[in-house]
């Protein structure tokens, strides 16, 4: 300690330590640099990534850039948390790849993404749950493809959504549509328009113009398992003022139960008990 005291001074000792310490910490962040290497087919800058033609996500880089591009690369599908290694993305862009299949899952992790463009592949299947948990999604495009149907509420996650393109391929506008048909008229997103291959009558019209929805097709959500309380030997359904409705007949109490389905609740709730003696119509026909 002496001999230190008479060389240099407690001052200059300490700052010498300093100078150090901030010299390995530099050596150090150099040498993570070093490693962290663009890959081969792509080209990147300090906050983004782009490839060509690869088949493989890059798996080595910085996990703070905030955009990625892959582009006429390999792929056949988008497998479930492809891109979970790269938390801070903003912007993925999947375009003209070999993409038909979209699994669920297949953005989880990316909480902060906010534009998806998925344009130009051949994506044909897409899971129900594909974009979980993308709520501060802004923009998502899947034009051309060759997508024809949608799972129902596909969307429900994406609370932010601005904009949505589906250009470029062709629905079959049928009874499974008719939650998109919905989903169409009261979403603030602005969607680009749903051109319909089929039925026949509806072949290049929009999916907004097709009338028959509302008589031709009848769509509830149903509980997995509802047990209700009544013994039967028949059980019809049917519509009025386009909700739908339940009869259940007890011809050995002369009682009819009619129950209506609860959207919010989602299970089946009492509407009336019709007896011998109720004169009810239309709605009692069934019974």
């Known amino acids: 300690m002496v001999v230190l005291r008479g060389c240099c001074g407690g001052s200059s000792g300490g700052s010498l330590l300093l100078l150090l310490l901030a010299a390995a910490c530099l050596l150090q962040r150099a040498q993570v640099r070093r490693l962290v290497r663009c890959p081969a087919t792509c080209s990147c800058t300090k906050d983004s990534i782009i490839c060509v033609g690869s088949s493989w996500v890059p798996r080595i880089v910085p996990g703070d850039i905030s955009s990625l591009s892959l582009v006429n690369g390999t792929f056949s599908e988008i497998k479930d948390r492809m891109f979970s290694h790269l938390p801070s993305l903003q912007l993925l862009l999947l375009n003209s790849n070999s993409f038909t299949v979209i699994r669920d899952d297949a953005f989880a992790g990316l909480f902060h993404l906010e534009y998806l463009f998925i344009e130009g592949n051949k994506i044909e299947t897409i899971s129900r749950n594909a974009f979980r948990g993308l709520r501060d999604l802004t923009h998502l495009s899947l034009a051309n493809n060759h997508i024809k149907t949608l799972p129902r ?42 051109l319909c291959i089929g039925p026949p009558e509806y072949q290049e019209k929009k999916l907004n113009d097709v009338a028959s929805f509302d008589y031709e097709c009848t769509t509830t959500d149903f509980v997995v398992h509802q047990t209700l309380p009544y013994q039967s030997v028949s059980v019809d359904t049917f519509n009025s003022k386009n909700d739908v409705f339940v009869a259940i007949a007890q011809p050995s109490m002369e009682n009819c139960m009619v129950l209506e389905w609860d959207h919010i609740e989602m299970n089946f709730r009492s509407y009336d008990n019709i007896t011998g003696n109720s004169d009810h119509t239309t709605e009692t026909d069934s019974c």
């Open 153 to 194: 509420d596909v969307f429900s996650d994406l609370d932010s959504l601005i904009e949505l393109d589906l250009r470029g391929n062709k629905f079959e506008c049928d009874c499974k549509a008719k939650w998109l048909y919905l989903w169409l008229k009261m979403t603030n997103s602005t969607v680009s328009d749903v």
